[in-house]
């Protein structure tokens, strides 16, 4: 079985954390073969983002899943190593996928080329002139076998 380096970052007040993973044991879904490449229930301070980097080859499809505990706040993104980097520094970037304030999201993602990808939960924006307390997510992520 591969070893897959996922590297999880908190940005903001709370700084950095990394982690070195192994890619969990495939499994079924719908009858298809999966590996699951990322199950994890984690938390977002307000006023931060946090971010999984996952490396992803040409032409795989991966698919996600996430929900967030309580009112919306969280946004979510899917960057490229260039826009994440875009992101970091506060200029303009485009996201693979993006949804805004959902409590629940579904994706599907097939990459064009191969590299670093960059899962992203923004807690720092205002919702109704309300600002976002911590919140909780269940983040799944699977890849398709081919």
């Known amino acids: 079985m591969r070893d897959l380096l ?25 009858g298809n073969l999966r590996h699951v490449l990322l199950n994890e229930t984690f938390n977002v301070e307000r006023n931060t983002v946090f971010f999984f980097e996952i490396k992803l080859k ?7 899943y996430f ?11 899917l960057l490229d190593k260039e826009n994440f980097a875009k992101m970091s520094a506060n200029k303009n970037y485009l996201s693979l996928i993006s949804a805004i304030h959902v409590t ?16 992203v ?3 720092k924006r205002l919702i109704e002139g309300e600002i976002c307390k911590d919140k909780t997510i269940i983040f799944t992520v699977i890849r398709e076998a081919a």
Do not use: H, M, W
């Not at 070195?20 to 499994?27: N, R, W």
């Not at 929900?67 to 993104?77: H, K, L, Q, T």
């Open 6 to 30: 996922l590297i999880v970052g908190i940005v903001g007040l709370a700084g950095t954390i990394t982690l070195i993973l192994t890619e969990k044991s495939p499994s079924t879904y719908n």
């Open 104 to 119: 629940k999201y579904e994706f599907s993602f097939t990459p064009e080329k191969q590299g670093t990808y960059y899962f």
């Open 121 to 123: 939960f923004d807690n």
């Open 58 to 64: 040409e032409g795989e499809t991966i698919k996600g």
């Open 67 to 77: 929900s967030v505990e309580g009112r919306v706040c969280i946004n979510f993104y």
